[in-house]
């Protein structure tokens, strides 16, 4: 998968080791907490506050009430709150009230009734993933 392998994603310098992530309980950004840059975190995370940049984790949650602005990188995300920007994981769920503006790049997408999704949401085979060793610039 696109988190297992050794060579890193150009410009977020993740080498995560494969099989961590069911060990370590969550991380949490709570909803007072805004983050400008490149995080990563070798499991699970779940937003409440704001990101602005690239984030990359095994899981990674937007909650209700958070946001993110800018590129994701995971094997599996959850969006319940708000998402400008672009998507790259395997498998997604867009939760009921959820926004999303963007792309999400994707194997397999769930769309609750009540999100509201504007952009695209191509589909890519999962060796799409396994192969990512860039992501793709983004068009103006």
């Given at each position: ?5 050794k060579s ?7 080498s995560f ?12 950004l ?5 983050i400008r840059?490149v ?9 409440s506050g ?14 209700a009430?958070?946001?993110?602005e800018?590129?994701i990188i ?5 969006i319940a709150?708000?998402?400008l920007?672009?998507v790259?994981a395997p ?5 009921d009230?959820?926004q999303?503006?963007g792309?999400i790049?994707?194997t397999?997408?769930?769309?609750a009734?009540?999100a509201h999704?504007t952009g695209r949401?191509p589909?890519r ?5 396994e192969n990512?060793?860039?992501?793709p610039?983004?068009?103006?």
């Amino acid at each position: 998968m696109l988190l297992a392998r050794k060579s890193p994603v150009q410009g977020t310098g993740q080498s995560f080791a494969h099989g961590h992530e069911a060990d370590a309980p969550p991380s949490f950004l709570g909803s007072r907490v805004g983050i400008r840059g490149v995080l990563e975190v070798d499991g699970e995370l779940v937003i409440s506050g704001l990101v602005k940049g690239r984030i990359a984790a095994i899981r990674l949650v937007i909650a209700a009430g958070g946001m993110v602005e800018g590129d994701i990188i995971a094997r599996e995300v959850v969006i319940a709150g708000r998402l400008l920007g672009r998507v790259f994981a395997p498998t997604v769920f867009i939760e009921d009230g959820a926004q999303v503006d963007g792309r999400i790049f994707h194997t397999n997408v769930t769309v609750a009734r009540g999100a509201h999704v504007t952009g695209r949401m191509p589909w890519r085979p999962i060796s799409y993933f396994e192969n990512l060793t860039t992501l793709p610039e983004v068009r103006a």
